[in-house]
Protein backbone atom coordinates (compact mmCIF):
# COMPACT_ATOMS: atom_id res chain seq x y z
CA UNK A 1 0.00 0.00 0.00
CA UNK A 2 1.23 3.54 -0.83
CA UNK A 3 0.68 6.35 1.39
CA UNK A 4 0.30 9.54 0.06
CA UNK A 5 1.75 12.58 2.22
CA UNK A 6 -0.52 16.30 1.83
CA UNK A 7 1.40 19.00 2.54
CA UNK A 8 -0.33 21.10 4.85
CA UNK A 9 -1.48 23.64 1.94
CA UNK A 10 -3.16 20.72 -0.01
CA UNK A 11 -4.96 20.02 3.38
CA UNK A 12 -6.19 23.79 3.41
CA UNK A 13 -7.75 24.05 0.50
CA UNK A 14 -9.28 20.39 0.99
CA UNK A 15 -11.10 21.97 3.80
CA UNK A 16 -12.04 25.26 2.51
CA UNK A 17 -13.49 23.17 -0.63
CA UNK A 18 -15.39 21.10 1.63
CA UNK A 19 -16.86 23.73 3.70
CA UNK A 20 -17.79 26.13 0.44
CA UNK A 21 -19.10 22.63 -0.69
CA UNK A 22 -21.48 22.91 2.88
CA UNK A 23 -22.37 26.32 2.02
CA UNK A 24 -24.04 25.64 -1.55
CA UNK A 25 -21.10 25.75 -3.59
CA UNK A 26 -21.43 27.38 -6.89
CA UNK A 27 -25.06 27.84 -5.75
CA UNK A 28 -24.09 29.89 -2.81
CA UNK A 29 -21.54 31.96 -4.52
CA UNK A 30 -24.24 32.94 -7.23
CA UNK A 31 -27.20 33.43 -4.72
CA UNK A 32 -24.88 35.45 -2.36
CA UNK A 33 -22.30 37.47 -4.46
CA UNK A 34 -19.29 36.31 -2.29
CA UNK A 35 -15.79 36.51 -3.42
CA UNK A 36 -12.22 36.29 -2.62
CA UNK A 37 -12.14 33.44 -1.48
CA UNK A 38 -8.68 32.41 0.71
CA UNK A 39 -8.29 28.72 2.56
CA UNK A 40 -6.71 28.95 5.56
CA UNK A 41 -5.27 26.62 8.37
CA UNK A 42 -8.51 23.96 8.78
CA UNK A 43 -11.24 26.86 7.30
CA UNK A 44 -11.64 29.31 4.89
CA UNK A 45 -12.80 33.02 4.54
CA UNK A 46 -14.28 34.84 1.81
CA UNK A 47 -15.08 38.91 1.13
CA UNK A 48 -19.19 39.70 1.46
CA UNK A 49 -21.46 41.42 -0.50
CA UNK A 50 -24.07 44.05 1.33
CA UNK A 51 -25.59 42.64 3.61
CA UNK A 52 -28.42 43.50 7.08
CA UNK A 53 -25.12 42.70 9.36
CA UNK A 54 -22.45 44.92 7.91
CA UNK A 55 -20.10 42.16 8.02
CA UNK A 56 -17.60 42.00 4.93
CA UNK A 57 -16.14 39.00 5.83
CA UNK A 58 -17.45 35.36 6.66
CA UNK A 59 -14.59 33.08 8.36
CA UNK A 60 -15.32 29.60 9.19
CA UNK A 61 -12.68 27.43 11.02
CA UNK A 62 -13.33 23.56 11.36
CA UNK A 63 -12.37 22.79 14.94
CA UNK A 64 -11.22 19.77 16.73
CA UNK A 65 -14.80 18.04 17.54
CA UNK A 66 -15.14 18.54 13.43
CA UNK A 67 -17.67 21.36 13.98
CA UNK A 68 -17.15 24.75 12.55
CA UNK A 69 -16.18 28.03 14.37
CA UNK A 70 -18.44 31.18 11.88
CA UNK A 71 -17.08 34.24 12.52
CA UNK A 72 -18.87 37.51 10.86
CA UNK A 73 -16.41 40.02 10.36
CA UNK A 74 -16.07 43.73 9.18
CA UNK A 75 -13.61 45.10 6.84
CA UNK A 76 -11.72 48.28 7.54
CA UNK A 77 -10.28 49.08 4.32
CA UNK A 78 -9.83 46.14 1.31
CA UNK A 79 -7.89 43.87 3.72
CA UNK A 80 -8.10 44.76 7.26
CA UNK A 81 -10.08 42.58 9.46
CA UNK A 82 -12.22 45.18 12.15
CA UNK A 83 -14.13 43.68 14.89
CA UNK A 84 -15.85 40.52 15.36
CA UNK A 85 -19.99 41.02 15.06
CA UNK A 86 -21.46 37.59 15.20
CA UNK A 87 -19.52 34.51 16.35
CA UNK A 88 -20.82 30.90 16.57
CA UNK A 89 -19.01 28.01 18.27
CA UNK A 90 -19.73 24.40 17.43
CA UNK A 91 -21.87 24.79 14.20
CA UNK A 92 -22.51 21.10 12.24
CA UNK A 93 -22.13 21.43 9.08
CA UNK A 94 -25.55 20.69 8.05
CA UNK A 95 -26.57 24.13 9.99
CA UNK A 96 -24.11 26.56 8.03
CA UNK A 97 -26.10 27.82 5.35
CA UNK A 98 -29.21 28.45 8.36
CA UNK A 99 -26.72 30.49 10.10
CA UNK A 100 -25.52 32.72 7.35
CA UNK A 101 -29.03 33.24 5.80
CA UNK A 102 -30.03 34.63 9.62
CA UNK A 103 -27.15 36.85 10.03
CA UNK A 104 -26.84 38.39 6.35
CA UNK A 105 -30.32 37.91 5.69
CA UNK A 106 -29.36 36.46 2.18
CA UNK A 107 -30.52 33.32 0.64
CA UNK A 108 -27.59 30.47 -0.18
CA UNK A 109 -30.27 28.09 -2.33
CA UNK A 110 -33.01 28.80 -4.08
Not at 23 to 50: D, E, Y
Not at 64 to 92: A, H, I, Q, S, W
Amino acid sequence: MKQTNMTQKQKDTQVAATILQQLGGRQFIAMTGAHSFVASPNGMSCKLRSNMSKAGVLRITLNGNDLYKMEFVTLRGKTTFGKVLFEYDDVYCDDLQDFFTQVTGMYTRL
